[in-house]
Every structure is written in structure tokens, then in C-alpha cells.
């Protein structure tokens, strides 16, 4: 092609592609699946004709009475077990022990929910609605945060009210219905 002068690459494109489908042809032959083997045709099912079974019509015939006196015959032989109490066992897995500790936290609650109820009706004599800075004076921060939390169960119970005016930043505290009447129950 230099001696030409010209470059002429569709020589060489053939000769290359020629190559390239040569190469093609010879790793298919060697790559060459076999051919899968045909499943085997199926065979119909064939059903066979029924057999006749020789029956002897005299033996095989029994009458209601027959059958009811020897069903009669085996519930005589059976021997009556008794009637064994049924243990009920529980569904429900047995509950774990951290359950016994929330218990005793709950009491706790209770009893300072309690103590709690009796200082706001010593406080109550003196005034009603009881101002919760006058329940809290002398404690410290955490003594007044508990104070307050149970407040909160006391009043989820109904056993005090509590309520805030929204120019005042105090709370107070009127104690339930069941303790001074419809008076005090109405401020709440």
C-alpha cells in the first residue's frame, strides 16, 4: 500500500474480518452445547378395567339387630375409665421477675401519694385552693419536681384538681369532690 501511495485500509478490513469470523466459527465448534435430551414422551395413563371380586352376598348381609347387639357386646367389654380432671395449664408464659419490682415501685408511689393527700388537708384547713410555691416552700428542687409528678397521679385519680391561671406563673391545688363538697370541685 506504501508503494501505492495510497492507504487503502478495505484490504485489510476484509482480511481482518475474514480472521475474525474464521475465529468465530472455530470456538463455536469447540463451545458447541450439547444438544438437550428430548424428555421422554408421555405414556396415556391407562386405567384398568375394575376387577371383579368374587362376593358371597350370604356371609357380608347382617341386620340392625345383629350389629347393635355386638357394638352392646363391646361397650360391655370396655372397661369405664374415669373421668380424669382436666389441669388447666396456663397459655400465657409465667411473667418475668422484673414485674415484682414494678409492683413495689407502684407502692411506693401509692404511699407518697398518700402522705402527699394528708399534708394537702392539713394545708387545706388553712386555705383552699392550696398554692402549690406555699406546698413546696423549704424543699429542695428534686423534692418539689417528685412533689409535683405525684400531684400529677393524684389528679389523674380525681382526688385533686389543678389548675393555672395563664397570667400567673403559680399552681394550685383544690382538693377533690369527695372531701370538701361541690365548692372546692368547682374551682378546678
Known sequence: MNKRGEVDFRASGVALDSSAFIY????????????PVAPPSKLPDVVPPPLFLPLRYELTSTTIKELLEVLDEVLKGERLLPLKPQTLEAILPPPPDVLPQVDLYLMAIEQQMEVLYDSLLKHAKEAVPIQFSVLVKGFGRLEAIKTFIILLFLAQRGRVGLWQDAEISEIYITLGENVFGADSAGIS
Open 24 to 35: 468465530l466459527m472455530k470456538s463455536k465448534l469447540l463451545l458447541k452445547l450439547e444438544e
